[in-house]
DNA sequence: GTGGTTAGATACATTCATGTACCTAACGAG
DNA sequence: CTCGTTAGGTACATGAATGTATCTAACCAC
């Protein structure tokens, strides 16, 4: 390397690039073979940079992982009707959270046994976000009498978000759309569908 | 140790020894933390009786989970109707085979990052049987009038045991007789009820 | 400018696991 | 009993990664 030009980063500008590059490696190898070099290297930096500012490799990669949430927000849309709502957040989730909650679930393993955090812990406190806006799309369904809100046991309420997640930990990929639309109207849908409409074809 | 009495072990009792407690290394700090050193602690013996049988630790660890999966084989039964076999298969995959899957599919993330076999690779090639089972406790029912074959997609053929393998890996425990119950009643069953019975109250 | 701060680079000690080499003593077949 | 096989033990070379120490030079505030 050696530029004329240096270009020093310093504080957030730094921090931001340490934490992509963080992100970056766990996307590529998981957290099994994430290690600081790697992530002081991608970030063209050095390692002491690093132990600066997180103690260990386990706390950088939370750091990296919230990092890349606060990025991705996700947007909950009004599309006029229950089922575009749903396909729409579920496509967001396939793409942004979901490989969040691969990465999370399926390479960290190393850091429960690390750690002893519970995994439905962590779970919890990265993704709790995500249940609270489905909670206003099917609010929003009921009150319009889409679905019957008797049928929406907790485990049913969650059954779509439980169905993307398990998807996108089998395959690593984001999910069609088409496997969206058979979860939302092949499984979900007739199982909330109110009584008066059961006949309907639609 | 040094007993005054040796008892040395050979053949195939050492090989199982091994293979024990391999899995149970497994189990305890998944495949991060999978050392041969620990099995050949755990199984009294030393690592070069490792490595005279197996080339790696991926090898060993791919051995152990055959290996317990040969000594807890699924058995099919027949209680007379669907819902009964169907509970009864969730809830032997439950104990054996689900947490095959988990320590497999989730602690296992690491081998993949060195060895690039593809998940679903590997999964298919030791699960398969799984399915086949399924299929025929299906079949029986279908046979029966019990369930509508035409609304039996694959996605929801498949939909009991994606979901059993979801709540393990989330929670990482057996998964409890009423949430099985709740999955075969409340999700599947409603599914696949043939339109004649629709109405009908159990 | 000047001086405090901190990035970037290098080097080091340490730890841990891998895979191999080699020796010995127990076991099993004949 | 004898001999070939192989388990059990120890030691070693290697490699990878951790976390720390130390130096320098760039940046920022004043």
Redesign the interface.
């Known amino acids: 390397m050696k530029n004329h030009t240096v270009e020093r980063r310093r504080g957030k500008a730094l921090e931001d690039a340490v934490l992509d590059a963080a992100w970056s490696e766990l996307l590529g190898?998981?957290?099994?073979?994430f290690t600081m070099e790697a992530v002081a290297a991608r970030a063209h930096t050095s390692r002491p940079v690093l132990y600066r500012r997180w103690q260990n490799r386990a706390d950088l990669a939370i750091a990296a992982i919230r990092h890349i949430m606060l990025k991705h927000p996700v947007n909950i849309t009004n599309t006029g009707n229950m089922r575009g709502d749903l396909i729409a957040l579920l496509q967001q989730l396939s793409k942004d959270r979901a490989l969040i909650a691969v990465f999370f679930?399926?390479?960290m393993?190393?850091y429960?046994?690390e750690t002893n955090t519970?995994?439905?812990d962590l779970?919890k406190s990265l993704l709790q976000g995500d249940h609270s806006q489905f909670d206003v799309v099917l609010a929003r369904g009921a009150d319009r009498g889409e679905i019957d809100r008797s049928k929406l046991?907790p485990?049913?309420a969650s059954?779509l978000v439980?169905?993307l997640?398990?998807e996108v930990?089998?395959?690593?990929k984001p999910v069609p759309n088409a496997?969206i639309a058979?979860f939302v109207d092949?499984?979900f849908l007739?199982?909330v569908r109110p009584k008066s409409a059961?006949g309907e074809k639609k």
Chains 1, 2 share one sequence.
Do not use: K
């Open positions: 190898g998981g957290y099994a073979s679930s399926l390479q393993s190393e429960f046994s519970s995994m439905a779970r046991t485990r049913i059954l439980d169905l997640r398990h930990l089998m395959t690593l496997v058979e092949d499984i007739p199982l059961r």
